[in-house]
């Protein structure tokens, strides 16, 4: 099984192009969208997100704008769950909290509707990459301080050098497909 795994993820890693000094110098931006152009490996990388929670209690899946929305979105459906969008300001229409984040590159703020997450309600968090771990651990607190529990991260690539994963939440497993 670990052998048809590995194939699984090769696969899905070939479909993804760096950029080089995207969007600024020295950056190499992982580039999903060739991914998405693929059936197959949208359909493997569903299923390789949905792996390590499938037998878990999930009430929410909350996606980070924007690549957040592609996968998430699937993955709450396939769990029966619901989905949150955690936006950037200004996007979300009613009463928001908002949590700011530093970036490889600057910094950023993130909103979600006040009203979207009920108390003790477990909610798993996914993007499409993690990196500094800023957006991830941004998202947290927002959750934190709405009630709800964050029970797992969900990534499709994991830039490890950048050792994001290390301000997340402790305890709660962090999932990627491939880590580089």
Known sequence: M?????????????????????????????????????????????????????HKEVDFV????????????????????GFIPI?????????????????EYGKDNIEIHEDAIFEGAKVLIHDDLIATGGSAAAATKLIKRLGGDVIG???????????????LKTGVPVESIIIE
């Open 62 to 81: 909350v996606g980070l704008e924007s690549r957040g929305f592609l996968f998430g979105t699937n993955l709450a459906q396939d769990l029966n769950a």
């Open 153 to 167: 991260y969900s990534f499709i690539i994991e830039l490890s050098f950048l050792e994001g994963k290390n301000i």
């Open 2 to 54: 670990k052998k048809i795994e590995q194939s699984i993820k090769d696969y899905i890693a070939e479909t993804i192009r760096t950029i080089p000094d995207f969007p600024e110098k020295g950056i190499k931006f992982k580039d999903i969208t060739t991914l998405l152009q693929d059936p197959r490996a949208l359909e493997l990388t569903s299923f390789m997100l949905l792996q390590p929670y499938r």
């Open 87 to 103: 936006r950037k300001p200004g996007k979300l229409p009613s009463n928001t909290l908002s949590e700011t984040y530093a970036l």
